[in-house]
């Protein structure tokens, strides 16, 4: 019999015992466990959206937000007051239903996705054997939404900026989808508990680094951040495609932008990092959450430095790096790992199933699939360089014909 | 593992997920201030007012992208289960899928050289 | 008699989705609103495979359908010009098409109806294998030597087979020489 402590898990079955109707009982443990979940998000990022300002603060030498409560923690709150009382222009022209209805959807489908986070050991909203392609499939809707702020606004520079989104949104979803292939390889599952649970002897980080990196830098362009901000490029398109938003529906584009981030960054940490496993966690499953909220702290933190301090790049840039350095590398990886883990069973150096927690056992295969990955990586690094320096040269040459001195020539004479 | 009632949970989360966001919106409309005029609904473009329909026709360009992803998107729908049931499998598995992969990286190549990748 | 459980309440919010996405996408005049009809109609599609036990393909109902094909209706639209209202919705092949739709309707309707017809009670229908639509099953069926290899092999070229058809049809003439 199942006991009545762990109560988020155990509500319907004690209530049932107490008297009530089956499905009732289901039900209502299914509405507490979904206002949970999502309310995790929810908190937390209004906390995320001062610590974001703190940190872009110390990094241009700035205080940041200090005036509201202590060490201006209140903030985001204020904000919130602000926007719920100023004046929320809808567009001439606009498709009103459509125009209300896209900060919605935008907000909904990256709440969505945490029905698949494993918190800890114990606690998830749904173990889904499909867990993996749930993400990428609410993310996929991503685009939609895009084109529904985008088209609805009746204004060209959103709909520019929409489509330009929605071009870069479905460019990297492809080495994104590929970089989470690899996991699934090793862990033989799309189930985000079982995902989790293949990382207690190793995390994936160290198997597969390249697959980590290709997924985080995938991501930071689908959550459309520094240097893959030029979806709400100012110079260019104003603000993108939800530049004719104000009020609250802006709000809710930015708090929904700020919370794929953190979503991003949570996900990072559970697939690459080991996501709940930590000291202790056999013994008391609840400090998962706090061992993954410090890895996501860590991921999280390291986006915030990378939109803080890495430029913009130009859009053919952008989806040239996808297209001919992101999608190749993920292919390649794909085949190398595939064969490695193949290798690694024909050497019989896969841990024993009783062993695959134990940290040492795990070292021999781990060995094989990091070499592997960093030979790759080299190789890669080794091309991109060469192409850097044909266009480099492609350059000089044309700074000469145009009878100007190249840089480094002209300070060679001087 | 999986039950129905694993999603259910999503269902739930799928019909009640827009209430979060629905809920400060509707706020927002009760409090807020409601004047507008016809000048602060103008199209915003840069203080410029509009010129024509809003309906510009867009460069093939994103089309070929959305092609080619598509062509993508089913590849790695088909890899997936591969993936998954990889751990059991054997060498003969492991060529068919490279099989697979390599025959679509022809079709990658050919976009390349044909310069459908490109933004112009 | 149908019971009334979860199932069949949720086969019946999935029905109203399907169904008045579908009426949403034929009776509207804006090409971008019947895209987004479809979308809706297209999700409730996905929640029937989860219903049907295959989360898979659900999966892949949302990605692909939604996630890609969706977005390329959209994009088609906006390359060509003005199509976003269409005044006039009937015209003189009206009739054409609807002999077609209903022919095509009835085709489907006995296409489903004939192999179940007589088959027992509703209530007795069996449930399918839990296994049905499982990842891992269908991964070693997919190069399972006895299994569907050739297909995916096929299916592979298939795909590449589409990606050259598209740019060669997408493509500008002019940089042909580039």
Same mark, same amino acid.
């Given at each position: 019999m199942t006991s009545c402590v762990d109560f988020i898990n155990t509500l319907s079955p004690c209530l049932v015992r107490a008297g009530w109707n089956a499905d009732l009982a289901n039900l209502l443990s299914l509405l507490l466990g979904v206002v949970i979940v999502a309310t995790v998000p929810l908190l937390t990022v209004i906390l995320l959206i001062w610590i974001e300002r703190k940190f872009a603060a110390r990094i241009q030498d700035r205080i940041g /937000?200090?005036?509201?409560g202590p060490y201006g923690l209140l903030q985001s709150l204020a904000d919130a007051l602000k926007m719920l009382t100023k004046e929320d222009i809808t567009p001439s022209g606009a498709d009103r239903i459509l125009f209300n209805l896209a900060p919605i959807i935008t907000f909904a489908t990256v709440v969505l996705i945490?029905?698949?986070? /494993?918190?800890?050991?114990?606690?998830?909203g749904a173990d889904l054997s499909i867990g993996i392609l749930y993400f990428v499939a609410v993310g996929s809707i991503g685009a939609v939404k895009v084109m529904i702020g985008g088209w609805s606004s009746n204004n060209k520079y959103a709909l520019l900026g929409a489509f330009r989104t929605i071009a870069l949104i479905v460019s990297y979803e492809v080495p994104m989808i590929l970089a989470l292939l690899v996991p699934v390889l090793m862990a033989g599952s799309m189930g985000m508990q079982d995902l989790t649970r293949a990382q207690?002897?190793?995390?994936f980080i160290v198997m597969s680094p390249l697959a980590a990196i290709i997924f985080f830098v995938a991501n930071l362009a689908e959550t459309g951040r520094?240097?893959?901000?030029l979806l709400e490029a100012e110079s260019e398109l104003?603000?993108?495609?939800?530049?004719e938003y104000s009020g609250f529906k802006f709000g809710m584009f930015m708090a929904g932008e700020f919370m794929h981030v953190f979503t991003v960054a949570v996900l990072t940490a559970v697939l690459f990092?080991?996501?709940?496993?930590?000291?202790f966690v056999d013994q008391v499953p609840a400090l998962g959450f706090i061992w993954l909220g410090l890895k996501t702290a860590v991921v999280y933190l390291f986006m915030l430095l990378i939109r803080n301090t890495v430029p913009r790049f130009r859009i053919d840039q952008v989806m040239n790096i996808n297209w001919k350095f992101m999608v190749p590398l993920s292919i390649v990886l794909i085949l190398l790992q595939s064969f490695l883990l193949r290798l690694i069973d024909a050497l019989g150096l896969r841990p024993a199933p009783e062993l695959a927690n134990d940290l040492l056992a795990n070292l021999p295969q781990t060995l094989v699939l990091l070499a592997g990955n960093l030979v790759l990586g080299a190789i890669f690094m080794h091309l991109l360089q060469r192409h850097g320096r044909t266009l480099r040269e492609a350059d000089e040459a044309l700074a000469v014909v145009k009878g100007e001195a190249a840089p480094a020539g002209g300070m060679a004479e001087a | 593992m999986e039950t129905l009632n694993e999603w259910a949970f999503v269902g739930v989360f799928f019909a009640i997920a827009w209430v979060f966001p629905a809920l400060p919106i509707i706020g927002a409309w009760l409090v807020r201030p409601k004047k507008p005029n016809a000048l602060k609904k103008q199209t915003y473009e840069s203080g410029v007012e509009t010129v024509g329909d809003t309906w510009v026709q867009f460069r093939v360009q994103y089309y070929i992208y959305g092609l080619v992803f598509l062509i993508f998107d089913v590849e790695m729908i088909f890899l997936f289960p591969w993936a998954v049931a990889y751990e059991r499998l054997d060498w003969f598995a492991y060529g068919a899928g490279f099989l697979f992969i390599f025959l679509l990286t022809d079709a990658l190549i050919y976009a390349w050289r044909k310069r459908a990748l490109e933004w112009v | 008699m149908i019971e009334l459980n979860a199932q069949t309440i949720a086969f019946a919010i999935l029905s109203v989705l399907v169904l008045g996405g579908g009426l949403g996408v034929v009776t509207t005049r804006n090409l971008v609103h019947g895209a987004l009809w479809l979308v809706l109609s297209l999700l409730g599609v996905a929640g029937y495979f989860v219903l049907l036990s295959a989360p898979f393909l659900a999966a892949v109902q949302v990605l692909v359908y939604i996630g890609a094909i969706a977005i390329l209706i959209v994009f088609a639209v906006m390359l060509t =010009?003005?199509? !976003?209202?269409?005044? %006039?919705? =009937?015209? =003189?092949?009206w009739w054409l098409s609807a002999i077609t739709v209903i022919l095509l309707f009835l085709l489907l309707a006995v296409g489903i109806i004939l192999p179940v017809w007589? =088959?027992?009670?509703?209530? %007795?229908v069996t449930s399918l294998s839990a !296994?049905?639509?499982g990842a891992v099953e269908l991964g070693e069926a997919l190069v399972a030597g006895d299994g569907f290899v050739l297909p995916f092999e096929v299916a592979s070229i298939l795909l590449t087979a589409a990606m050259i058809g598209a740019i060669v049809v997408a493509r500008d003439e002019e940089d042909e020489g580039a």
């Open positions: /937000p200090n005036r509201v945490w029905a698949i986070v /494993p918190f800890t050991p114990l606690h998830i207690g002897g190793m995390w520094s240097p893959f901000d104003i603000a993108g495609y939800n530049i990092l080991g996501g709940w496993w930590g000291p | - | =010009r003005s199509m !976003t209202s269409l005044g %006039e919705v =009937r015209n =003189r092949q007589g =088959r027992g009670a509703p209530g %007795e !296994t049905v639509g």
